[in-house]
C-alpha cells in the first residue's frame, strides 16, 4: 500500500497554535493514524528532522527539503485561506511538483472536486487527485494515486477527482 510511503502534508500552519489556520486539520490526520478504530495510516514526513519555533527561513527552507527527500507522495491540505497563503505553501507545492510527487487535495470544507476560489492555482491541471478531507477518500486516495499517477501522461493537465460510486464504496 502506497500510504505505507513517507507522506508530506503541506498546510497553511500560521503560527501553529490549536485552531489556527489549518494545522487542526493536519492534527486530526495524526490523531487518526493514532485510533485503532479508524483504518488510517500514513508514515509523515514532518516526524523527521523537527524544526525549532525560532528557526530562520533559510533553516526552515532547508528542514523542509530534507522532508521532501523523504516522501514519496504528498497531501496539501486546503482551507479558507490555504490559496492566499504566500509564506511556504506555494513554495512547498513548487518543490513538490519539481520532484514529480504524487499530489493529494484535500478540502477542509468537503468539497470533492477542484474549487479554484479555494486551491492555489499551482494545482490547477497539474494532475492532482482532488477529495474531500475525510479519512477513508484520503487513505483510498494514498494507496491507489500514486500508482495511477505515475501511468499518466504529465502533458495532459487535468484536475481529478474520484467518482460518486467511489465515495459511495467506502460509505461516505
Known sequence: MSYKNK??????????????????????????????KIDFNFHDAHDYNNLTPKAQEVQIKKKLRER????????????????SNNT?????????????????????????????ALCPSILDGANCIHVSFQA???????????SSYALKDKKIKKNWIYGADIYKELGL
Open 68 to 83: 521532501f527527500s523523504n516522501a514519496k507522495q504528498v497531501v496539501v491540505l486546503v482551507g479558507e485561506n490555504t490559496k
Open 7 to 36: 507522506t508530506y502534508v503541506i498546510f497553511d500552519a500560521g503560527n501553529g497554535k490549536v485552531g489556527d489556520k489549518d494545522i487542526c486539520f493536519y492534527r486530526t490526520m495524526t490523531m487518526w493514524k493514532q485510533n485503532e
Open 88 to 116: 511556504y505553501v506555494l513554495w512547498e507545492l513548487e518543490i513538490a511538483q519539481k520532484l514529480n510527487l504524487p499530489i493529494v487535495v484535500a478540502y477542509v470544507n468537503g468539497s470533492r472536486v477542484f474549487k479554484k
Open 136 to 146: 477513508k477518500i484520503i487513505k483510498h486516495a494514498l494507496d491507489k494515486f500514486p
